[in-house]
Every structure is written in structure tokens, then in C-alpha cells.
């Protein structure tokens, strides 16, 4: 199950509680604070509060655990100690993908779907048991469909700690804050140079595709490949623009009005920003996915 750069695999309660997801073993690890841990909870199965194919999780500001299951297409809800509560299927409601909590406990998610000649993206906000409560925004991606186009963009969004939400298509670089109601707050545009495809990263991609694909090569990556924001509202754009040794991506930021802030290479990849802390997923020498945590420190001028 490939996992989506922007899917989040790393939650934070309130009191610096960690929960990681291994969507291979199929369970969800607890961590207290300091790095120890408290609790696994969840396992491989189809029965009450077992796991298929975990893909990203999240917290609510009721404290409850929300776990989406690609393969079954359900959502689980847990406590923070990890006791099951209850599933809803997700399979009556077209391509759904990306879910997060909003404020009131309602859930948001990513509704992709297949036209003719386009695909529909729609941030659409539900109650719990999925019944629709309304469209945030939409945004129209042209597509032929005889072909696959390599590197795909992506409708990309993440939620504020005030319900507004921040969204974006990376064929353009132009960010878009939205209310709870879907009225837009503000934009932020920035100019870039497009980076090249280069061959490494194509014959890595095309190990995924059988040699007779219809494929549509670009020579060059969209604007950028995700975003992440934190609670203090300050976004991190990571770009395809690579750092010195190659080993990360240079991250725009901008601060909680949309104001450019700088450009900083990072050799991981943000999963989550919470209390100047950066929390992350790498891989060791041995191939062994590790969390991380850093101390973020801000100086200002």
C-alpha cells in the first residue's frame, strides 16, 4: 500500500502523547512524551477494531482517534487509549480519500471524482456517519484518460486549529485559506522555477508500471509536492527543489498571514508541526522506518 507523502501517520494529543501508525503490522504504538512506550492497540483482522490496511490517522478535539482503513474502505474511531468505540463504511460515498476531524468532531475529506475529460476535487465536510453537510472548495484538474500522466498532482489541504483551511493544487504554486464555510480568507502566490524530472527519479517511478504503460512523461514537476501547517498557522511548502547533498527537500515557509518567511533545506520529510516540535518517519541503513522528533527553534531578525 504506497503511502501519500501528505497522509498522516503521526498524531499528537495534547498532553505530547504520541500515536504511530504501522500500517504493515496493523496497529497503532502509543508513546508518552519522553519517548516511552505506553501501549499498542489495534491488529490485523476485519473484526471490531481490527485493522486491514491503516492509512493515516488523526486526533479530534474531543479526543477521540480516528483511523482510516483503505482495503475495507471504513473509518475507526478509538479513544486516546486506544479502545474501540465504532466504523463507518466508506465505500457509499464515491472515491474518498484524506480524512482529518474538523472543530466540532465532523468529518473532512478528499472526494475525487472521474469525468469524461477531468477529475472533480472536492473538500467536502460530513457528520459522522458521512451524511453530507457541505462542499468546502472544488477544483477542476483536466485529464486525458488514455494516457496515465507520470507524477499526477494532487489536490493537497490541511486544517487549522480554527476550522479555517488552507488548500492547493501544485500545477500552480498558489495556496488558498477557506473558512469553515468554504468563503476564501486569502491567497498566497509565489513565483519558482521549475525543477527538471530527472532520470533517476523516472526509472524509480516506472519500476511501478508494467513496459508497455501508456505514459505521459512531463519534463518537469509540478510547483511543489505537499504542504504541512502547524499550530501556530506558519506553512511549510516542501518543493522539488533538492538541498546541497541531496538528501532533502528545500521547505518555503510562510507565517500565519501568508507572508513569505524563508527557504530552508531539510533532509526529512515534515509529517506533523506541533509546540516548535517536528515530528517525521526515516529510514535507518537497515531499511527500518524510524519516528523522529526535533526541537524547532526560531530566530527572527
Known sequence: MPIRKDQPTIAVDENERIYVLDYKECHIKIFDRAGNHIKTFGR???????????????????????????????????????????????????????????AHGNILCLNAT??????????????????????????????SFSSMHVFTPMLHYSVY????????????????????????????????SPIEVTAKELESFLKNF???A?????????????????????????????SKNGRGYYQDIFDDTGEFIASIPLQVDPVLWKKNKLYTV??????????????VLWQME
Not at 490496511?53 to 487509549?81: C, G, K, Q, Y
Request: net charge negative.
Open 210 to 212: 508494467p513496459s508497455n
Open 44 to 102: 490485523n483482522g476485519q473484526g471490531p477494531g481490527e485493522l486491514e490496511a491503516p492509512l493515516s490517522l488523526s486526533i479530534s478535539n474531543n479526543n477521540e482517534i480516528m483511523v482510516e482503513d483503505a482495503r475495507i474502505r471504513r473509518l475507526h474511531f478509538f479513544t486516546l487509549d486506544g479502545d474501540y468505540k465504532s466504523s463507518v463504511s466508506t465505500a457509499i460515498r464515491f472515491r474518498m480519500l484524506k480524512f482529518n476531524f474538523d
Open 282 to 295: 526515516e529510514e535507518d541503513e537497515n531499511g527500518l522506518q524510524i519516528m523522529k522528533r526535533y526541537k
Open 114 to 143: 472521474n469525468r469524461a475529460t477531468d477529475i472533480l476535487y472536492e473538500i467536502c465536510l460530513f457528520d459522522r456517519q458521512l451524511n453530507p453537510i457541505r462542499t468546502i472548495a472544488s477544483y477542476i484538474y483536466p485529464l
Open 161 to 192: 486549529s480554527d476550522d479555517s483551511i488552507l488548500y492547493g493544487f501544485p500545477d500552480l504554486y498558489k495556496l488558498i485559506i477557506v473558512d469553515h464555510y468554504g468563503h476564501e480568507v486569502r491567497s498566497i502566490e509565489k513565483e519558482y
Open 214 to 242: 501508456n505514459l505521459r512523461i512531463p519534463a518537469f514537476h509540478n510547483a511543489y509536492r505537499y504542504f504541512t501547517v502547524d499550530d501556530k498557522g506558519r506553512i511549510f511548502v516542501q518543493t522539488w527543489e533538492r
